[in-house]
């Protein structure tokens, strides 16, 4: 029986997060007889280490944010040799910085909003886009400290004073539209989800129960649904992603505009998650996804 570590927890803002979609993950892998055993991590990353030592056969990765999906324990478990689920230190470290991801995604012709990176006395001082735009952290994920900025909006300067997410910030044109999301494992797209939300689709809207709705397939044009895949695989290989991943898209009907927000290479695995909603409507059930995972990780690629 091969046996699996599961890293939960972690140190990031997103560590609920991670604590909830590890113990769904534990679950699922015992149901598909693994011999699971959890490791919660926190601060002390000799402790995590002890905890896999001697080394499990597997580790799954459900950590989530920074130190979990930067490539930063990655490059731990690749000094360890031990394999590890979803994507090895360069592209796990790429797509969580969104000016580095950004560049790739340009270089590879893939369709991207306006955007660029501002110091924070710059945004203090002024607006960096047109308005309305979006202000993000850098290197975080799940929308933390994500800021829409329109019209008659008076809070710039007031965010940039409080920033505390780094030196600098993301600036990125705001599109109208839908929210889609595709999901990928390996060379393969699920499908398209629209998710809809009461206002914008924040932290609290991707992860509290009812209080967004996932439209699986998406209602959109076949055309529309197969660039999206197609957009989403390739930003997958451009990364040079491995296992899951989650492209995350704006649509607008009005001009038929498409653009890339970014890829997460540590989809969620809670109960309202879209990678496991995703898979159910391709005929993957929980457990079979993510035994999926654990068969295909790998280290040191």
Known sequence: MK?????????SEEREVSLASGRQVAAALRQAGYDVFEIEVGADLGAVIAALTPAPDAVFNALHGRFGEDGTIQGVLDY??????????????????KGAAKAVFAAAG?????HRIVPLDELAAADPLPRPYVIKPVNEGSSVGVFI??????RRADIAHA??????????EYVPGRELTVSVLEDRALAVTEIRA???????????AGASRHEIPAQVTPAVGARARDVAVAAHRALGCRGATRADFRY????NRLVLLEVNTQPGMTPTSLLPEQAAHCGI?????????????ACRV
């Open 80 to 97: 360890m040799g031990i394999p590890y689920t979803h994507s090895g230190v360069r592209a796990s470290s790429m797509a969580m910085d």
């Open 163 to 172: 920033w505390r997410h780094g030196a600098v910030a993301m600036a990125e």
């Open 285 to 297: 059930d929980f457990p079979a996804l993510c035994a999926w995972m654990v068969e295909n990780a």
């Open 149 to 154: 900025l329109r019209d008659g909006d008076n």
């Open 252 to 255: 607008d009907d009005e001009t």
């Open 198 to 208: 009461e206002g914008f689709y924040d932290y609290t809207a991707k992860y509290a």
């Open 3 to 11: 046996r699996v570590a599961i890293l939960l927890g972690g140190i």
């Open 110 to 114: 893939l369709p991207l909003a306006r």
